[in-house]
């Protein structure tokens, strides 16, 4: 019997596919990595009996990035990146630990179908499975035959089934152009961030962003919204002026009436016109036209248009938008959230898929309606032959989605039900009018038949004052007719509806990338999202536009980009070559970068105008070990400490506030100590400035604080307040926090675990010496009189915070989550089992059965 391996994209839609197969008769396991399960069943492949291992990754397996010493910034040279920086594939999630794990599932596997996301992504993810599994599996059935994938648009029993008996083959040109523009965006993207990132920000101090990043798609996204701020800057309001006339027949109710001419910019020509009109008190009727008018249902949902109803509709933006969409695509409520096409296949059943809804309280009446009068044909859409549109798969309530996966589930089946509606008809009726010589005309619109405005009435003809009753000839009073004046109005912010529109036509990014896009560009702090979901830009991204504008425009232009993503077109096609496709457009972003580099001043003195040099920056804080002179503390992003009469500027930790150490100075370059920390809650640590940015040791990597430090004398130093490994992640080591009195702790220097422990004890220290049975540092604890926890009157007390007895009730872990096997409930003070207490010295032993766990205590 042949063992067939199974592998789809997530955990649940692993878990979906294998319930659907195996008819609800599978067995289920975790793997070796603890994120994916394994599902197991018997069934038959190719008319033959076969076990099933159906499994899953967790998105891309791997990441493209440079080597090891090409993603040190300070010692590599951004134009190197363009060609001479070799690129490698790393573990996308390395604590995944997903490679292995696809490894040892593969093994005694004859055969592999791939389950992963049908598109270009999906396609490349599945070359990245079979690179993991394909040397693990049964020499015998190694062939191509032994490749197999499956092509699904929605987890329905229909739709899956039918993908296993229709298996095809991968398609790796499509995975080739994925390849290609993760390469493209890495080098163009990192050799642009780090130049401009490391040159501004050693000028600068308010930029308030910690990264300057470009991005061939994520600029000319910037542009757009720079672009539309730039109109609205240069705008210049204009007066013009408009005529308004009212009108009434007997007792019928006044009418007001719209000047034909519409406007005039000329105040003089508009008091003409209103003479000529005040000459006559009647205004004639001169036609009265009755047109029957359609507005049209709409075409079948693809992912642009979901993304462009969910901002502009429902305040949702892209991003989220399409979390929501493919968590209840992977639960089988709708289908690929993912799709360019607007038209449903001939095969598509309209039919069942309408019945589905039929007992959904808020469109019953309107889908018993068509299913017993006949569905209309849809509208003719665009079929760009990669998956059916996005419809809804099965009946769901709030109750089960919750509030915004309801909304945007609500939208996705209004929308299917309006697409096979009726046109929503109108009958427009205009009635023209003679005053004096001037022609006003008014119109209304009454609705003859709902249609599909019934499940979309946001679409509807809004009611209006029906028009009076009149024919060619009838004459009405003139009540008043007046000159108005009114100005002309800049327009609004791009919201963010308008921009994947135009990102859309111009070809920036595809539909599933469109969301990143805009998402980078609001984190970079290049734009903010304003009231309505409109984007406006801020300093740092109008100056960045404008100056790339005045470098060389095509950086920011959708030009260049879109010429790319019709190669990469083509290379999925097979109609281009991977290889010329990325050298020819790498050429072509290298020579705009050295000339960039060329020209940066041009971008600078625009920066000049909107920032504050660094200098003048930030307030005095701690003293330079070189020149003894205060430095300034610049808590705009990236935060960090600036000498002025050195010039030299020192990187500090993200995230946290940054204060004073007590005055006290690092023994190796006489800097002051900063203490850095995360709140009243969280961890905290000195750090000395110079030895932060400059590691002093070895073993030590840039970005570590004192509690890292391995100087072996310093009273700050790992060294000297080390007291054991961390009980939960294996290279941390809890270093005792000296400032945290009277609630004293110890925090792991590698994750977020923090030990609370000796509350309101007077005094805290850890010793030289070390604990017996675990090797940890020793803790001495001064005790207050009053609340001593130690028997008669000592106050004083040694021991081991792991195995000391009379530590045993007055230790407690902290943690935000619940990873940890010692983990056993929310409030348990202390659990029986046996912990981890191995001290800082490399190769210390292991604890003793007798070795008490720390409590489990979530914060």
């Not at 967790?58 to 910034?73: A, E, P, Q, R, T």
């Not at 690179?131 to 035959?145: G, I």
């Not at 002025?644 to 370059?669: F, M, V, W």
């Not at 090797?775 to 004083?796: C, H, I, M, W």
Request: with cysteine; hydrophobic share 35%.
């Amino acid at each position: 019997m042949r063992t067939v391996l199974m592998v789809a994209e997530k955990p649940s839609l692993a878990q979906s596919i294998a319930k659907i197969l195996s008819k609800g008769s599978c067995s289920s396991r975790k793997g070796l990595n603890g994120a994916c399960s394994v599902h197991e069943y018997v069934g038959s492949f190719s008319g033959q009996p076969a076990r099933f291992k159906m499994t899953s990754v967790c998105g891309h397996v791997m990441s493209l990035d440079f080597i090891g010493k090409y993603n040190n910034w300070d010692k590599v040279d951004p134009a190197e990146l363009f060609s001479k920086a070799p690129t490698e594939k790393k573990e996308a999630n390395p604590k995944l630990n997903m490679v292995k794990f696809l490894q040892v599932e593969a093994k005694g596997c004859d055969i592999v179908v791939l389950w992963l996301d049908c598109d270009k992504e999906g396609e490349n993810i599945c070359f990245e499975v079979l690179d993991a599994v394909q040397p693990y599996m049964n020499a015998a059935y190694r062939s191509e035959k032994s490749v197999f994938r499956a092509k699904f648009s929605s987890i329905t029993d229909t739709d899956i089934c039918n993908a296993m008996n229709s298996l095809g083959e991968p398609n790796r040109n499509e995975a080739l152009s994925v390849d290609a523009r993760q390469e493209l965006d890495l080098r163009i993207g990192c050799a642009f961030t780090r130049f401009q990132t490391k040159y501004f920000q050693g000028k600068y101090g308010n930029l308030d962003s910690s990264l300057i990043s470009f991005g061939p798609c994520q600029t000319p996204t910037l542009g757009f919204c720079v672009e539309r701020h730039d109109k609205i800057q240069s705008f210049k309001p204009e007066t013009y002026w408009v005529i308004q006339a009212k009108v009434f027949r007997g007792k019928d109710s006044p009418v007001m009436l719209d000047w034909d001419r519409v406007r005039v910019f000329d105040r003089e020509v508009g008091q003409m016109f209103v003479n000529i009109a005040r000459t006559s008190r009647e205004a004639r009727v001169e036609s009265v036209t009755k047109k029957e008018k359609a507005k049209q249902r709409p075409q079948a949902l693809n992912t642009v248009e979901m993304l462009r109803v969910a901002s502009s509709a429902l305040g949702m933006g892209p991003q989220h938008t399409m979390q929501i969409a493919e968590r209840l695509y992977i639960q089988g409520y709708i289908s690929y959230p993912r799709t360019e096409t607007t038209h449903y296949p001939e095969n598509f059943d309209l039919k069942g898929t309408l019945r589905q809804q039929a007992n959904n309280p808020f469109w019953s009446d309107t889908v018993k309606a068509l299913l017993s009068e006949g569905l209309n044909r849809p509208r003719k859409g665009a079929d760009v032959g990669d998956h059916p549109p996005i419809t809804p798969m099965r009946a769901a309530s709030e109750n089960e989605l919750g509030s915004d996966g309801w909304r945007l589930y609500e939208y996705i089946t209004r929308h299917f039900i309006a697409t096979i509606s009726q046109d929503c008809k109108y009958l427009q009726t205009t009635i023209s009018f003679n005053i004096g010589s001037e022609a006003f005309s008014c119109s209304g619109k009454t609705l003859i038949s709902a249609g599909f405005t019934e499940v979309m009435p946001w679409q509807g003809i809004p009611e209006e004052e029906s028009l009076p009753t009149c024919d060619r000839g009838d004459v009405f009073t003139v009540d008043e007719v007046k000159l108005l004046e009114k100005q002309t109005h800049p327009p609004d912010y791009l919201t963010e509806a308008e921009l994947i529109t135009l990102m859309e036509k111009h070809g920036i990014g595809t539909d599933a990338s469109i969301p990143v896009h805009i998402n980078n560009v609001c984190q970079r702090n290049y734009v903010t999202v304003e009231t309505g979901r409109r984007l406006k830009p801020t300093n740092l991204g109008i100056v960045l536009v404008h100056g790339y504008y005045k470098i060389d425009a095509e950086l920011v232009l959708p030009t260049i980009r879109s010429a790319v993503e019709k190669q990469l077109n083509l290379i999925a096609q097979g109609k281009a070559n991977f290889q010329q496709v990325l050298q020819h457009t790498l050429d072509i972003f290298k020579r705009k970068f050295h000339y960039f580099f060329d020209s940066i001043a041009g971008m600078d003195d625009l920066m000049e105008v909107s920032f504050s040099p660094i200098a003048a920056t930030g307030k005095p804080l701690s003293r330079c070990g070189k020149c003894h002179r205060f430095m300034k503390y610049i808590q705009a992003k990236p935060s960090r400490l600036h000498c002025s009469h050195c010039d030299e500027t020192y990187s500090l930790p993200q995230n946290g506030a940054i204060k004073l150490y007590k005055e006290l100075r690092c023994p190796l370059d006489d800097f002051e100590l900063v203490l850095w920390t995360s709140g009243p809650r969280g961890k905290s640590y000195p750090l000395c400035p110079y030895c932060f940015s400059n590691p002093p040791f070895r073993d030590m990597k840039k970005g570590m604080g004192c509690n890292e430090c391995t100087h072996p004398s310093c009273q700050h130093s790992l060294n000297a307040l080390g007291i054991g490994q961390c009980v939960e992640c294996e290279t941390g080591v809890l270093v005792f926090d000296p400032t945290s009195g009277p609630k004293w702790r110890m925090a792991c220097n590698r994750c977020n675990v923090a030990v609370h422990f000796f509350e309101h004890a007077h005094k805290v220290g850890v010793s030289a010496e070390s604990c017996d049975v675990c090797e940890a540092s020793l803790v001495v604890v001064d005790f207050n009189k009053a609340r001593s926890p130690l028997p008669g009157d000592e106050t004083q007390h040694t021991g081991c915070v792991f195995c000391d007895a009379v530590f045993q009730d007055l230790v407690e872990l902290k943690h935000a989550t619940m990873r940890h096997p010692m983990h056993r409930g929310g409030q348990a003070r202390r659990q029986g089992g046996r912990g981890r207490g191995r001290g800082r010295r490399p190769g210390g032993k292991k604890p003793k059965d007798k070795m008490a766990a720390l409590a489990a205590y979530f914060v």
